[in-house]
């Protein structure tokens, strides 16, 4: 079973969080983001070709952004 989907919890440094969003809805693999309230600050929906691909984007771009402080990703294993 192909990983295609993903989920990232992100903390991000104190009033950050809007501008990361802004970041992330513009890269590619990112189908989504969105600011939440509770212990993260940002939730990012992310799509790959596989489990590799996914943990290349969250490395190479979403950590990447400026305020970015922790990730913790959630890889989907259904449908």
Excluded: C, F, W
Aim: no cysteine; hydrophobic share 50%; net charge positive.
């Amino acid at each position: 079973m192909a990983v295609r989907k993903a989920y990232v919890l992100i903390l991000v440094e104190t009033g950050k969080a809007e501008s990361v969003v802004k970041a992330l809805r513009g890269k590619p693999g990112v189908a989504g983001a969105d600011m939440v309230v509770g212990p993260h600050d940002v939730v990012a929906t992310l799509n790959g070709v596989d489990a590799d691909a996914i943990a290349r984007t969250v490395v190479n771009d979403v950590q990447a952004i400026r305020g970015v402080q922790r990730t913790l990703t959630y890889m989907v294993i259904g449908d």
